[in-house]
């Protein structure tokens, strides 16, 4: 996919999902992982889940412990230096939990966070992990 392409995607999944209001299973990180990932050609599946209790019941029963791992399964781990439009992005919370977010450009990424009720344009100070989807 070349970068006008991945940027294209990029903007479905703004559309998609900028001010929706985060809802644990249907408005989420994984939620626009996976929205994403088909806006960019890839469908992947996974359990159902409601809340942050039964989300890690369903990554421990797809054999992984961490988002990190779900993603390394499914996409190739990239360094921070080579984030794209389109690439999915992890930082930590304050909460201790990781998220995924969607980089938009410019060290910006689409994305959930505490401090914001809903999705939105955010600028993480710290990135953990990045995965390009091809």
Not at 17 to 27: C, L, N, T, Y
Not at 36 to 58: E, F, L, N, Q, T
Not at 92 to 109: C, D, E, Q, Y
């Amino acid at each position: 996919m070349n970068l006008v392409e991945r940027v294209k995607a990029t903007q479905q999944t703004v559309d998609t999902f900028k001010g929706r209001p985060f809802a644990d299973g249907s408005a989420d990180c994984v939620q626009l992982v996976l929205v994403h990932a088909r806006h960019m050609g890839r469908k992947i599946k996974v359990p159902r889940y409601g809340d942050v209790k039964s989300a890690a019941a369903a990554l421990e029963k797809l054999g992984f412990r961490t988002l990190g791992e779900a993603m390394d399964k499914h996409f190739r781990r990239i360094g921070q230096h080579e984030i794209l439009a389109g690439d999915i992005v992890e930082s930590l919370g304050s909460n201790g939990f990781s998220g995924l977010m969607i980089a938009v450009g410019n060290g910006r990424t689409l994305g959930f966070h505490e401090s914001v009720p809903h999705c939105d344009i955010l600028q993480p100070l710290i990135v953990t992990g990045a995965w390009r989807i091809e």
